[in-house]
Structure formats: structure tokens, C-alpha cells
Nanobody, 126 residues
Framework: QLQLVESGGGLVQSGGSLRLSCAASGLTLDYYPIGWFRQAPGKEREGVSC????????DYADSVKGRFTISRDIAKNTAYLQMNSLKPEDTAVYYC???????????????????WGRGTQVTVSS
């Protein structure tokens, strides 16, 4: 049974950086697209970034382009989200998820993701 565990969240000042990790167990993440999502209090969940199963394709929400970088380490069975130049509006619970369709390149549509972690809180103070 696949389990995803996010870590790396915390409290950081505006302009700071964090690196989120998404460690998988029970399934090898090779070839499966991975997504990062976030949900702020009172707001809808939104897609932040995705990476294709091959790792050759990535995409980002406009609000984080140029600041966030998604990556994956096959050997560690872990995905990452490097977040730089953080802003207070980045405050949210961040989730990683797996899309079980290897043929799908990269999407930030939550409906395609079949397994989710429990999330990690990111708080950016002004």
C-alpha cells in the first residue's frame, strides 16, 4: 500500500526558503507523475507544481514560477519542492500526490491524482 509522507514545512520569514520532501513507501515512484498542491485556510486547494514520470517535464502555477522548483530522486523514492523567495501568500498546507497514469505528462488537476499525503504546514511571516 502506497504511503506518502510530506516533511520540511515550518515557519519562515518572507523572502526565506524551504525544501519540502515527499517520501514514498509501498510503491516505487518511478514513471509516475508527482504533483504538489496547497490549501490555505478558507481557500480552494490549488495545484502548485507537477513533474512527469520521466522527470523530463515540469509545470508550475503562475504564482510560483521562478521561485519554486520540483524534482525527484528515484534512488530515494522521494520528490521535492524547493521553495525560494517565499511570500506570506504562500502560507498553506502543502500536499504531494501521485498520478497512477505514467502516460500522462504533467498535470496539476487534482482529479487525476489517486494517492495523497497528509500534508505539511508552511507559514510565511511578513
Amino acid at each position: 500500500q502506497l504511503q506518502l509522507v510530506e516533511s520540511g514545512g515550518g515557519l519562515v520569514q518572507s523572502g526565506g526558503s524551504l525544501r519540502l520532501s515527499c517520501a514514498a513507501s509501498g510503491l516505487t515512484l518511478d514513471y509516475y507523475p508527482i504533483g504538489w498542491f496547497r490549501q490555505a485556510p478558507g481557500k480552494e486547494r490549488e495545484g502548485v507544481s507537477c513533474i512527469s514520470g520521466s522527470g523530463g517535464s515540469t509545470d508550475y502555477a503562475d504564482s510560483v514560477k521562478g521561485r519554486f522548483t520540483i524534482s525527484r530522486d528515484i534512488a530515494k523514492n522521494t520528490a521535492y519542492l524547493q521553495m525560494n523567495s517565499l511570500k506570506p501568500e504562500d502560507t498553506a498546507v502543502y500536499y504531494c500526490a501521485v498520478d497512477f497514469s505514467p502516460a500522462r505528462e504533467c498535470t496539476m488537476a487534482a482529479v487525476y491524482f489517486g494517492s495523497w499525503g497528509r500534508g505539511t504546514q508552511v507559514t510565511v511571516s511578513s
